[in-house]
């Protein structure tokens, strides 16, 4: 019988996994058996306490590297960096992203809408340009970006920046999937709703949470680890014949 989640051997870079859902992912990687590397931008703690979870019995499978993902120069030394110190990247997870503030149509500045756009979807694609190279000499890979719920339905006010950047995650993924399918690189997306994370902490009021809590039909915001399971799963060989999908982790709050 397969055992389709023996991440062995393999190296896996998450991108933005000090916390929430990056963290969850790194984490739950190490635990199948996965090298990873762990991006960070200002949380250096918590990246470096997911680098002592993963290689807590003494075995160096994992790193933190501090990495201003809207920096083309930085995503480059990043994937070099991880090469050296693990090897070729087999499965990247776009993960960085943020709303940065909540800003209204007439309060948005040029600089926070390019900000925006580079931090949650240019980065996505130059991190993805960074690996493939290595991906098509071996044969393959895979490539999982973190797209959003936001990027369905325009998000809530004042997040027009943010849900368009996803929006575009969610286009690119197709893209991407349709040019380097037959080489052997899947590329696929996952949608986080409303999940309990340090984003929502920071960009929603207590009050819109409960509100939200109510619009969802399974009554509860999702877990980070619930969301990283379903990463896992598009990397792994169970999802071998899954191309250019996104799935939606959402609790029924959007149904296709």
């Excluded at 809207?70 to 943020?98: F, H, Y």
């Excluded at 980065?123 to 000499?137: T, W, Y």
Aim: with cysteine; charged share 20%; proline share 2%.
């Amino acid at each position: 019988m397969n055992n389709y989640f023996d991440f062995i051997g393999k190296v896996v870079l998450v991108t933005g996994a000090s916390s929430g859902i990056g963290r969850a992912t790194a984490e739950l990687f190490g635990s199948f058996g996965a090298s990873v590397a762990i991006t960070y931008h200002q949380n250096k703690a918590g990246a470096e306490n997911a680098v002592s979870n993963i290689n807590e019995n003494g075995e160096r499978r994992a790193i933190a590297l501090e990495v201003d993902v809207r920096d083309n120069a930085q995503i480059t030394k990043m994937v070099r960096d991880v090469e050296e110190s693990l090897g070729p990247v087999d499965i990247l997870v776009n993960n960085a992203g943020s709303l940065i503030e909540r800003l209204r149509t007439l309060e948005m500045t040029e600089e926070r809408w390019d900000e925006v756009m580079n931090l949650n979807t240019r980065s996505a694609f130059f991190a993805a340009q960074a690996v493939i190279p290595k991906m098509l000499e071996r044969g393959g890979g895979s490539i999982i970006n973190v797209t959003s719920i936001a990027g369905r339905n325009g998000g809530a006010p004042g997040s027009i920046h943010y849900s368009s950047a996803k929006a575009a995650v969610l286009t690119m993924t197709k893209g991407l999937a349709k040019e380097f399918a037959a080489q052997g690189i899947r590329v696929n997306a996952v949608s986080p709703g409303v999940i309990d994370t340090p984003y929502h902490e920071t960009f929603t009021t207590s009050e819109v949470m409960e509100n939200l809590r109510k619009a969802i039909p399974m009554g509860r915001e999702g877990r980070s680890s619930e969301v990283a399971g379903v990463i896992v799963f598009l990397a792994s060989d169970a999802a071998s014949y899954l191309c250019g999908e996104t799935i939606e982790i959402n609790g029924g709050l959007l149904m296709d």
